[in-house]
């Protein structure tokens, strides 16, 4: 009998006979472990991560209140400049603006349309520009780009729908209440049109308040600005500056205290100015400031260039005006004969000295009427035409006179 143990050789290694031997294998997670790292290296390297953030940029929703519509700019351009976009640069620099906002480069679409704003500072660029800074956490820069938006439309719904939607409430209204320190232009209080602004001159010595105004919508037209004292003390002066700061000729100052000053001003439609207050001999005290739109335009306007005459026909009667000294009406005509036809200005003011200029249908000028001196006097003159031809003639006040008049051509 064989001991218990021990086999016989043949069984316990037999030929052909191989054990089985089982291995657990160890899990995923601990075979694999070094592509933990590796993609965290791989993700935090630059331009992977940006390409990751940026995919898929089509897919990526426009930001609520950014205005995309190219038709929206061209449309507010003609409102606010009287002119059509002619600079085929600006749309497409809006465009693109546009495309960058879509993939997400929120910074390169604000710098974009920074440089847009420079030809074209329309209510559309500064909201779009308003909503990227609230995209980039600028609040500063959010609401002074909004703030400019309201200068130029105190009401524009797409920034007042903006303003309740990021709440922000009325923070980019343009003052109603002086805010120091506002002694540059670079600090300047942005004020709106038709709304008064409370300020004071102050007894530190050189004290000056700086106001920033925007002048109104095409046609261009006659601003009132008018500086009410609330003082006994302050004599005022009122010194204004274009946008490049360079003095224009509508200072007025009285060196009288507690007086006030008025001044009628005419300056290029949507056009940034400067107000400068301060006291002459350094007096101080309390007033309020007011720059208001007269409406002074006519309803023929804008016609200030030959390109935008205005069309009256044979036997009409307008009746219109030259506002100031620099402005210049332009009319079309079409001849119905050949022969001549006789063109009368009746005046409608005793301080008005009519001129015309008449233009050929190249619109190359041809001749200019009679030469008045008297102011109040009418204007009668002649000239050929062909039938069927497109004439031009130029209305306008000799020696900057101004006033309104009638028009006819027969």
């Keep these: 009998m064989l001991p218990t143990d021990s086999k016989p050789k043949a069984l316990s290694q037999g030929k052909g006979f191989r054990r089985r031997r089982h291995h657990r294998r160890a899990p995923w997670i601990l075979r694999f472990w070094w592509l933990i790292p ?30 995309s519509s190219a038709d929206s700019l061209r449309q507010e ?60 956490n600028d609040g500063a820069k959010a609401v002074g780009a909004f703030r400019e938006a309201l200068a130029r439309d105190f009401e524009y719904p ?3 729908q903006n303003l309740a939607r990021y709440k922000l409430g009325n923070s980019a209204a343009p ?21 008064s602004v409370d300020a004071e001159i102050s007894l530190d010595l050189n004290d000056v308040d700086c106001f920033r105004v925007v002048s109104p919508p095409a046609p261009r037209d006659l601003l009132l600005v008018e500086l009410a004292n609330r003082s006994q003390t302050l004599a005022p002066r009122l010194r204004l500056y274009d946008a490049g700061g360079r003095p224009l000729d509508w200072s007025k100052e009285s060196q009288d205290p507690g007086a006030s000053l008025r001044e009628v001003i005419a300056p290029p ?67 119905s004969t050949r022969g001549v036809v006789d063109i009368e200005i009746q005046n409608r003011s005793q301080t008005l000295i009519p001129a015309i200029t008449t233009f050929t249908p190249e619109m190359t000028n041809n001749g200019f009427g009679p030469k008045l001196t008297a102011r109040g006097s ?33």
């Design 175 to 195: 003052v109603t209440r002086e805010v120091e320190p506002n002694g540059t232009d670079r600090l300047a209080n942005i004020i709106s049109l038709g709304r």
């Design 38 to 67: 590796l993609a965290g290296i791989a993700l935090s390297t630059p331009w992977i991560s940006s390409w990751f953030a940026g995919q898929p940029a089509s897919r990526r929703p426009p930001l609520p209140g950014y205005i």
């Design 269 to 335: 439609p949507n056009s940034i100015l400067f107000l400068r207050v301060d006291g002459v001999f350094d007096t101080a005290g309390a007033y309020s400031l007011t720059v208001s739109p007269m409406k002074a335009f006519d309803a023929f306007e804008p016609n200030d260039d030959i390109l935008s005459a205005t069309k009256i026909g044979l036997g009409q009667t307008v009746e219109a005006n030259i506002m100031d000294g620099e402005d210049t009406d332009y009319y079309s005509f079409r001849g």
């Design 77 to 136: 351009f003609l409102y606010f400049q009287g002119k059509s976009l002619g600079d085929p640069a600006i749309q497409q620099n809006f465009d693109r603006a546009s495309d960058l906002m879509n993939q997400g480069e929120y910074s390169s679409s604000a710098l974009l349309l920074e440089t847009v704003a420079e030809s074209a500072q329309l209510p559309v660029v500064y909201n779009n520009l308003g909503v990227l800074y609230v995209k980039l």
């Design 158 to 160: 797409p920034v007042r």
């Design 378 to 410: 009418n204007l009668r003159f002649s000239m050929k035409v062909e039938s069927g031809k497109t004439y031009y003639i130029q209305v306008w006040g000799q020696s900057k006179t101004a006033g309104g008049y009638s028009l006819t051509i027969k």
